[in-house]
């Protein structure tokens, strides 16, 4: 039997995470037995099956972290402190909790800043690093198994997170279930029709840009564009206030490309940058 018809008997087996349709297209086949997979109903873009979970948490080690607590750190700062002048610009006290926290340094500027902060973090490294750093607990593992009380922070931050995550339909509305009714919620994930990036990749490297490799040091579980991603804060509870680039970079090479690819949309709406910063509420 060929990929393709195998692809054809298992595909209907599988439903797509944001609208519960069952059809789909084949995107990328060549990464056995993994497939990247689009839903012909609303465009969703995901890896198909899932890597084990310890494949996924095994990258995320000290070498994982190495460069952004020594090299990076400096350039690292830089960026956490837009993100959370962005925060400010619509709330600025109260409880915050970044999900995904890494090595803390969001959170740490966080606190400095008088917010009372939570984090959680699947990397046991960073989650104990982050501990010491803030000198405040932070759950280690998975948001869905912290079980946070409900209607509690004024501010969720998720920054790079929702692409790697099982389903992320579940994870947006935990996020709704304890945000306050009048809560923030800021995310960044990477655009799947990062137009730009693609035809530099391409120049540069002599071949297109791939969604899924094996291996790879972050493996992205499901690849959103601005569409997918407001449908999916739609059905589960939120009202998109801004969906805008994300300058979430650090690389100066990509970070340029970053930029260039920001100027269709500054001058013609066009939604082709690298990565999307959406500004969220819960619906009234
Ligand atoms: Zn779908």
Request: aromatic share 12%; charged share 25%.
């Amino acid at each position: 039997m060929s990929f393709l018809q195998a692809a054809k008997m298992l595909t209907p087996q599988i439903k797509c995470n944001l609208c519960d349709q069952r059809q789909f297209k084949v995107v990328e086949e060549d990464q056995q037995p993994y497939n990247v997979l689009k839903c012909k109903n609303c465009s969703l873009v995901f890896v198909w099956p899932h890597p084990p979970h310890v494949e996924l948490e095994t990258h995320y080690d000290n070498g994982y972290y190495d460069e952004w607590i020594s090299r990076q750190k400096a350039r690292r700062q830089g960026m956490w402190r837009k993100r959370l002048k962005k925060v400010a610009k619509f709330k600025s006290s109260g409880y915050l909790l970044d999900v995904g926290c890494g090595e803390g340094a969001f959170l740490g500027l966080a606190q400095k800043k008088g917010w009372q902060v939570s984090g959680t973090e699947i990397s046991a490294f960073a989650a104990r690093y982050a501990s010491e750093a803030l000198n405040t607990d932070i759950f280690c593992g998975d948001l869905l198994s912290a079980h946070f009380k409900e209607n509690y922070f004024d501010v969720v931050t998720m920054w790079h997170v929702l692409e790697h995550v099982d389903d992320p339909k579940k994870y947006l509305s935990e996020i709704q279930r304890i945000l306050k009714p009048d809560g923030l919620f800021v995310l960044a994930v990477p655009n799947v029709n990062n137009l730009v990036f693609q035809i530099v990749y391409r120049i540069i490297r002599g071949r297109s840009l791939k969604l899924f490799t094996i291996g790879e040091k972050e493996i992205h579980l499901y690849h959103f564009s601005p569409v997918t991603l407001k449908r999916y804060l739609a059905a589960t509870g939120f009202s998109c206030l801004s969906l805008a680039p994300d300058y979430g970079i650090i690389e100066p090479a990509k970070k340029i490309v970053n930029w260039i690819s920001t100027i269709p949309y500054y001058l013609a709406g066009m939604q082709i940058f690298d990565a999307i910063e959406v500004v969220a509420v819960p619906k009234r």
